[in-house]
Structure formats: structure tokens, C-alpha cells
């Protein structure tokens, strides 16, 4: 079973949907959880942080994470055709190499 | 600031050759690492090198070695390639291998081996 795991999607939504995008773990020593972003031939970049459990709010985006489950998400509120991406969420913790990274949702929001 | 470089941006070899992945950043990182991304298996740790002068094996070291060669630049090689590195390749670097540091990605390097 891998540590943490993501739905590859695709993901398809209209312009104006609200997203949700979901990362479940496995590994109780995870305490930092990210949310990066992947444009199509380019390189992830972090979109949002969050520390043990609660939510962030960034402006349309919103991280929940949920320790005692195990889940974490991603909220998108909305969405437009430049939230086309692939979303990647990753989890940190200390010891060995630090962060695990899931394998990735695609979306594809249809304007 | 350019962030993470890498070159080449593309690459076709054949089974048994050998290559170098350059990979430099200029944000005066100390934690470089590389990873390759394949469908279905997301971003996985190759090698990677906490401070200058250190390097330790990832999730799938096999058939790689690297080089931290300054605290700027860190290299990939594979001495011998095989189809099974076909892959996309990303450098990233951080501040401190700290635990939640934020990693920065270069824009990758797509292999082929044939």
C-alpha cells in the first residue's frame, strides 16, 4: 500500500464549479501537508501549506486536513480554465526523506 | 533569479548509454534533490543531498548516482540506460531538508531510452 494515495482523475468540471480534490494517508507521523500545482510540461510549484489539522483559506483555494481520518482536501471555488492543472498533494514528516508525494489529480476545467 | 535550471530539456538515448542531468539553482538553497515522475506513480525521490558535500539515496536510487558538485549545482547520471528510465526528471531545491520546507522544481527533463 503506498503512503499516500490520490485519484489520477481526470477531473472535468465547468467554469464556475467548485472542486474538490482528496488525498488520503496512512503514515500517522505526517505533520505538514501541501498542495502543489503542475502545469502540463512544467515543474510543480506549492500552492498551499498547512500544519497538522484545520483549514487555510487563499483566496478561491482551500486546505482541510483531518488527522484523525487520515484525509486531506482541497477545495477550489470558481474554478476557471486556468485551474487546468494537475494538483499533487505531498506530506512531510521528520526522519529519512522527509516528504511523500501523492501521484497527482488532473484537472480539466471546461469554460 | 532564474530559480532551478536544468538542461538538457529533452533527451533520446539507447539502451547501455550513458548521460549527465545538470540541474543548478541560485536561490542559495542548501537541500537539492531529484525526482522522476511516471504515470499513476507521482513524483518519486531519487537521491538527494541535505547540504553541500552530503548526498543520500531516495525511494528508487537503483541505476542513478549524483554529485553535489557546489552548493549551487547537483547532477543526475545514469551510467547505463535502461528503457525503465524513460521518464520525466525534476531537480528541486529548499532551503533546509527540514521538515515542511517549501521545494522548488525546475522545469524537467524528459528521457527516452530506447
Known amino acids: 500500500q503506498k503512503e499516500v494515495e490520490q485519484d489520477p482523475g481526470p477531473l472535468s468540471v465547468p467554469e464556475g464549479a467548485i472542486v474538490s480534490l482528496n488525498c488520503t494517508y496512512s503514515?500517522?507521523?505526517?505533520?505538514?501537508f501541501m498542495w502543489y500545482r503542475q502545469y502540463s510540461r512544467k515543474g510543480p510549484e506549492l500552492l498551499m501549506y498547512?500544519?497538522?489539522?484545520g483549514n487555510k483559506e487563499d483566496g478561491r483555494f482551500t486546505a482541510q486536513v483531518d488527522k484523525s481520518s487520515k484525509y486531506i482536501s482541497l477545495f477550489i471555488r470558481d474554478s476557471q480554465p486556468s485551474d487546468s492543472a494537475t494538483y499533487l498533494c505531498?506530506?512531510?514528516?521528520?526522519?529519512?526523506?522527509?516528504?511523500?508525494f501523492g501521484a497527482g489529480t488532473r484537472l480539466f476545467v471546461k469554460a | 533569479n532564474a530559480g532551478v535550471t536544468q538542461t538538457p530539456k529533452f533527451q533520446v538515448l539507447k539502451t547501455g548509454q550513458s548521460m549527465t542531468l545538470q540541474c543548478a539553482q541560485d536561490m542559495n538553497h542548501n537541500s537539492m534533490y531529484w525526482y522522476r515522475q511516471d504515470p499513476g506513480m507521482g513524483l518519486r525521490l531519487i537521491y538527494y543531498s541535505a547540504s553541500e558535500g552530503t548526498t543520500d539515496k531516495g525511494e528508487v536510487p537503483n541505476g542513478y548516482n549524483v554529485s553535489r558538485l557546489n552548493k549551487r549545482e547537483f547532477s543526475l547520471r545514469l551510467e547505463s540506460a535502461a528503457p525503465s528510465q524513460t521518464s520525466v526528471y525534476f531537480c528541486?531545491?529548499?532551503?533546509?531538508?527540514?521538515?515542511?520546507?517549501?521545494?522548488?522544481f525546475g522545469p524537467g527533463t524528459r528521457l527516452l531510452v530506447l
Open positions: 505531498a506530506m512531510s514528516r521528520t526522519g529519512g526523506f522527509k516528504t511523500i
Open positions: 528541486a531545491s529548499s532551503l533546509s531538508d527540514s521538515m515542511g520546507e517549501t521545494q522548488y
Open positions: 498547512t500544519y497538522s489539522s
Open positions: 503514515n500517522s507521523a505526517f505533520q505538514y
